[in-house]
């Protein structure tokens, strides 16, 4: 069942169009890696499926019971956001708001969510540690937790290993593919990590400034643009 689908898409940034022609299906249990250079439109289509950026032209539809404000959104981190100085409790309760609404107080609910959650990632011996005390992998499985805690249908990633050595990269993305697989949530990444186009993703979105390849990761792998983006990797 198809949980995103965008009909040609138009977006721009400041007036300017960054990418056009976009049309494509994400559909329940799908795991799908976009991938394109810098400057591709790919952080500003990442802004229109959560809501936060109108499409000059085309449409962006859900299906599924999904809405925008139920994707499990992990964005790029930046220095001050690695600096938060809350407990990781704190920091993954927090993923609660956009999935059950402002309120004064967490309920029972949203707390053994967030439990839950923390202990699926592993961290659930760090919820009393400052989130700034954490290295960069411990960082990321909490900002994992806090994405799953607002939903259970579907996680938008943003370049999740940026900045990570390949070794807790991996293991990052051993989690991911392991909620996937196992857990049965749709995946939507952004990344430039070849690896992760080549073992774990489904289907391919290449972007440059237009849409160049929509498919399945096989057809990727076998079409000119792969070929020519992976270097032959996809080979190897």
């Known amino acids: 069942m198809a949980q995103i689908r965008c009909t040609d898409l138009t977006l721009a940034y400041d007036g300017v169009t960054v990418a056009d022609g976009i049309d494509f299906t994400v559909n329940a249990g799908d795991y799908l890696c976009i991938v394109g250079e810098n400057g591709s439109g ?3 289509l990442v802004r229109a499926l959560l809501g936060l950026k109108a499409p000059t032209s085309g449409s962006i539809t859900f299906g599924d019971g999904l809405t925008a404000k139920e994707i499990g959104y992990l964005p790029q981190q930046t220095e001050i956001q690695r600096d938060f100085p809350a ?4 920091v993954v309760l927090s993923g609660c708001i956009g999935r059950f609404g402002h309120s004064l107080f967490y309920t029972k609910l949203q ?5 839950y959650h923390m202990e699926r990632m592993g961290i659930a011996d760090l919820a009393k540690k400052c989130y700034r005390e954490l290295s960069g992998g411990q960082q990321q499985r909490v900002r994992l937790a806090r994405a799953l805690c ?6 938008l990633l943003d370049e999740p290993t940026a900045g990570l050595d390949p070794i807790v990269s991996r293991e990052l993305y051993s989690l991911i593919e392991h909620l996937h697989k196992t857990e049965k949530i749709t995946v939507v990444m952004v990344s430039h990590d070849l690896e992760a186009v080549m073992h774990d993703a489904s289907h391919i979105l290449h972007l ?3 849409q160049l390849f929509f498919g399945t990761r096989e057809e990727y792998l076998d079409s000119e643009i792969g070929k020519t983006f992976l270097g032959g990797a996809g080979n190897a």
């Open 42 to 44: 790919k952080s500003t």
């Open 87 to 90: 407990s990781v409790r704190e």
């Open 111 to 115: 707390k053994d969510l967030a439990a």
């Open 150 to 155: 607002a939903t259970g249908k579907l996680l």
């Open 208 to 210: 440059k400034k237009k």
